[in-house]
């Protein structure tokens, strides 16, 4: 099994930064897609960002130029810096890792990190 543990979350006022962590248990191998996913209070869950085994990341419109993912596979790690952060970015983020090897695909959720952004 490969368990995720988010880490970094916390209390900010708008305009700060914050970079999330995410350790993955062990090294995946194959084709993978690494995310962030997050969900606020009466919303539901929703691509933040992700970056794939080739390095193509992709992102959410409302976190274009503002959030940055990325990965340290010597570290097994997933990581995402959010500047500039807004209210609306409240919301629990959780890492997601999604493998595919051979024609099993595979997805794994972490337990996610509150993010608060006060006004």
């Known amino acids: 099994q490969v368990q995720l543990a988010e880490s970094g979350g916390g209390l900010v006022q708008a305009g700060a930064s914050l970079k999330l962590a995410c350790a993955v248990s062990?090294?995946?191998?194959?084709?993978?897609?690494m995310g962030w996913y997050r969900q606020a209070p009466g919303r539901q869950r929703e691509l933040v960002a992700t970056?794939?085994?080739?390095?193509?990341?992709n992102y959410a419109d409302s976190v274009k130029d503002r959030f940055t993912i990325s990965s340290d596979n010597a570290k097994n790690t997933i990581y995402l810096q959010m500047n500039s952060l807004k209210p609306e970015d409240t919301a629990v983020y959780y890492c997601?890792?999604?493998?595919?090897?051979?024609?099993?695909?595979?997805?794994?959720w972490g337990q996610g990190t509150q993010v608060t952004v006060s006004s």
């Open positions: 970056i794939t085994s080739r390095g193509v990341t």
């Open positions: 997601n890792v999604q493998t595919k090897i051979l024609l099993t695909v595979r997805d794994y």
């Open positions: 062990r090294s995946i191998t194959g084709f993978n897609i």
